[in-house]
C-alpha cells in the first residue's frame, strides 16, 4: 500500500487526475532508423547528467544544476514531433531539450562547465542553453518567465511568415515549463494574448508532480484537471503520458500539427515524473522511498528499450553498442570542456548590451528617474574593450 501524505493523497499518486489517452496502440511504429536514433537520445541525455552530477561532487560546475533524469522522453518525442525550423523555449531544467535539439554534447559540458566553448561562452550555465543555429531560445532561470517568450516568439513567426512570407511557412513556437509556473501570472498573461492572438504556440507543462519540494496538489488548484487553466482563454488541452516515448511523440504530432494548420494555441498537461532531486542540493525528504519506486518502475528508457527490442528495431548487442557510444561521447565532451579555457574576467562586460537609449525624450521624466539629473543609459559594449 502507499504510505499517505500530508495532501491526504497516496504518495506515488503525483498527479492525481484524469485518465491519460493512449494514442500510440493504434498507430503504426515509426521507422527502425527513428526509433534507434531515439534510444540514443534517450541514453544521451541520461548519461550526460550522470556525468553533470558527477562534475558538480567534483566542484567542476558551479552554481545551480537542475538535472531532467527520468523525463527524457518529454524532450525527445517533443521534439521528434516538431520541424528543425520551429521555436523552442525552456525554463531551466533544460539539458535534455539542448542535447534533443541538437546542441553538441561538448558546447553543452563546456557551458556546464563555465567554459568558453559553451554555447553561451560559458557565461549562462545549467539554466542557459542557448542555440540560434537549432531555433532554442532558451533556458530560462525566472519561473514563467519563458512564458511570454513563447508568445513573442509565436507572435514574431506568425508575423514573418503570414505577413512577411505571405504563408511560405508556417512555424509553431513549443514552450516548456514547470507546473510550478502554472501560478505565476505571466503564464496567464501569456496565455490570454495566446488565445487572443491566435498564436500558433504549444505550452507544454512537465507536470513532474512537484514545483521545489511542493506537491501540485498543494500549489496548485484544480491539479486534478490542468486543462482548466488552458479553457478558460478558449485553448485546447490535452494530457499526454510523458514517461512513454511513443505517447509523446504521437500525441504531440497531433497536437502540433493542429497549431500548425489552425494557427490556435494548445496547452499540454505532460505527466512525467523526476528521479533526482529538484536542483543538486535537495535531499527529496518531501516525498517517500515507496513512490520513487513505484515511478522507476515506469522508467522512460526501460519502456522505450523494451519496444524497440519487441518490434525488432535493435537487439541486444546494438543496445549494448549504443550505450557504449554514448559513454565514449560524454567521456569526450567532459574532457573537451576541462580543456576549453575559463572566459577572462573582461568579458563580462561583453554581450551583455543594449542599443544606446540615450535619455528619454518624452514629455515628462519616467517615474523611475524621479527627475533626475543624469539618468542611466545603455550601451552595447564591443569586441576587446576593456571596461574593469
Ligand atoms: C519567479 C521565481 N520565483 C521563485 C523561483 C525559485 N524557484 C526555482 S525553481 C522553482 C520551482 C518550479 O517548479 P516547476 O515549475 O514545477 O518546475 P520543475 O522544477 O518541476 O521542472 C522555484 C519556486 C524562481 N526561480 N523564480
Not at 150 to 157: H, P
Not at 165 to 188: P, W, Y
Not at 190 to 211: H, I, K, Q, R, T
Request: proline letters at 5%; aromatic letters at 8%.
Amino acid at each position: 500500500m502507499p504510505t499517505p501524505t500530508t495532501d491526504g493523497k497516496p504518495s506515488h499518486d503525483v498527479h492525481g487526475g484524469l485518465p491519460v489517452p493512449r494514442r500510440a496502440a493504434n498507430r503504426p511504429a515509426p521507422a527502425a532508423e527513428l526509433l534507434r536514433a531515439w534510444y540514443r537520445e534517450l541514453v544521451l541525455i541520461r548519461e550526460f547528467e550522470i556525468r553533470c552530477m558527477q562534475a558538480y561532487q567534483d566542484k567542476k560546475i558551479g552554481g545551480f544544476c537542475h538535472v531532467y533524469i527520468g523525463q527524457e522522453a518529454v524532450a525527445v518525442g517533443c521534439v521528434a514531433a516538431l520541424k528543425p525550423e520551429d521555436p523552442l523555449v525552456t525554463a531551466y531544467r533544460d539539458h535534455g531539450h539542448a542535447l534533443a535539439r541538437g546542441m553538441t554534447a561538448r558546447a553543452c559540458m563546456a557551458e556546464m562547465f563555465g567554459r568558453v566553448d559553451g554555447c553561451a561562452k560559458g557565461k549562462g550555465g545549467s539554466m542557459h542553453m542557448f542555440d540560434k543555429a537549432n531555433n532554442l531560445f532558451g533556458g530560462h532561470g525566472i519561473v514563467g518567465a519563458q512564458t511570454p517568450l513563447g508568445a513573442g516568439l509565436a507572435f514574431a513567426t506568425k508575423y514573418q511568415d503570414e505577413v512577411i512570407n505571405k504563408g511560405k511557412s508556417s512555424r509553431v513556437t513549443m514552450c516548456f515549463l514547470g507546473d510550478g509556473a502554472l501560478n505565476q501570472g505571466s503564464f496567464h498573461e501569456a496565455l490570454n494574448l495566446a488565445g487572443l492572438m491566435d498564436l500558433p504556440v504549444v505550452y507544454v507543462v512537465e507536470n513532474n508532480g512537484y514545483s521545489m519540494g511542493t506537491s501540485i496538489h498543494r500549489g496548485t488548484t484544480q491539479s486534478h484537471d490542468l486543462s482548466s487553466k488552458a479553457l478558460g482563454y478558449g485553448i485546447d488541452a490535452s494530457v499526454i503520458d510523458g514517461m512513454n516515448l511513443l505517447e509523446v511523440y504521437h500525441g504531440m504530432k497531433d497536437v502540433v500539427e493542429k497549431c500548425r494548420e489552425r494557427s490556435r494555441p494548445a496547452f499540454v498537461d505532460m505527466r512525467c515524473y523526476r528521479y533526482k532531486g529538484h536542483s543538486m542540493s535537495d535531499p527529496r525528504k518531501y516525498r517517500t522511498r515507496d513512490e520513487e519506486e513505484v515511478w522507476e518502475q515506469g522508467d522512460p528508457i526501460g519502456i522505450f528499450e523494451k519496444y524497440v527490442l519487441e518490434q525488432g528495431a535493435m537487439t541486444h548487442d546494438q543496445i549494448k553498442a549504443a550505450q557504449k557510444d554514448v559513454k565514449t561521447e560524454v567521456r569526450d565532451a567532459v574532457q573537451f570542456a576541462d580543456q576549453s579555457p575559463v572566459p577572462p574576467l573582461t568579458d563580462l562586460y561583453h554581450d551583455v548590451y543594449r542599443e544606446p537609449w540615450g535619455r528619454y525624450t518624452g514629455t515628462s521624466e519616467p517615474q523611475m528617474y524621479g527627475g533626475a539629473q543624469n539618468p542611466p543609459t545603455f550601451r552595447a559594449t564591443r569586441e576587446g574593450e576593456d571596461l574593469l
